[in-house]
């Protein structure tokens, strides 16, 4: 069965701290992305990648960057933590080609910022 | 530009009931496809449904069925025969061809009443 695995699934951090979320995921998927969700605003897109060591920015990317060094792996970095970041954070993966393939997610990370 | 929007906040029906949640979009692509995902209470976003934009035929599985309706640009999800493991967050993604990613709704909480 396909998997992608948050690190976390719950983490407290305080202000200023540099924060690292871990996803990976088993499928040879091409395409990872990170999101932000939030009660009536749904997810939000802040960073994707198609390819290794490739970024995109989302719709909300400010405060957060990313790396993906290796296919399987796709890390969010909250350079400078602040209390408006905490939030639910989901990762997902698919694979574009060949016919669309809808996205898998992860199970989530809840971040609390305090 | 993609853009969903789900006008229910929050629906309820009793078990063994029929619901329908509501899900209209906007998007210039002309190849796309839109889904529903739950989201239960363990986080875990789960495919329910997917529809082609291409396809007339509206899609079904199980107890879940779309009314795809391509020229008003709405995708609504009706349940029947209602249960408790339905009780979940619901969204509506789209996917467009050329965006290449997923824009999602708000988000419809959906409780069973038993």
């Known amino acids: 069965d396909v998997k992608v695995t948050q690190s976390s699934r719950y983490l407290v951090k305080r202000t200023g701290e540099k924060v690292f979320l871990e996803c990976v995921q088993d499928?040879?998927?091409?395409?990872m992305f990170w999101y932000r969700q939030d009660p009536g605003l749904g997810l939000r897109l802040i960073y994707f990648?198609?390819?290794?060591?490739?970024?995109e920015k989302g719709d909300i990317p400010e405060g957060y960057s990313v790396s993906r060094e290796k296919k399987e792996r796709f890390s969010l970095i909250l350079e400078s933590a602040s209390t408006n970041q905490t939030s639910m954070y989901l990762c997902?993966?698919?694979?574009?080609?060949?016919?669309?393939?809808?996205?898998?997610f992860g199970d989530g990370t809840r971040l609390s910022i305090l | 530009a993609q853009t969903v929007t789900q006008s229910q906040p929050e629906m309820s029906v009793q078990e063994a009931e029929t619901v329908t949640l509501s899900c209209t979009y906007d998007?210039?692509?002309?190849?796309?496809?839109l889904f529903w995902y739950k989201q239960p209470p363990s986080r875990q976003m789960i495919l329910v449904i997917r529809?082609?934009?291409?396809?007339?035929q509206n899609a079904t599985e199980n107890r879940f069925s779309v009314n795809f309706q391509k020229a008003a640009k709405s995708f609504s999800l009706k349940i029947s025969d209602s249960q408790l493991g339905d009780a979940a967050m619901y969204f509506c993604?789209?996917?467009?061809?050329?965006?290449?990613?997923?824009?999602f709704g708000q988000g419809t909480r959906l409780t069973i009443n038993p």
């Open positions: 993604p789209i996917y467009g061809e050329g965006a290449q990613k997923l824009v």
């Open positions: 499928m040879d998927h091409e395409n």
């Open positions: 990648s198609y390819d290794v060591k490739m970024k």
């Open positions: 998007t210039s692509e002309s190849d796309y496809y």
């Open positions: 529809q082609e934009a291409y396809k007339q």
């Open positions: 997902a993966s698919d694979r574009p080609r060949g016919g669309y393939q809808p996205q898998h």
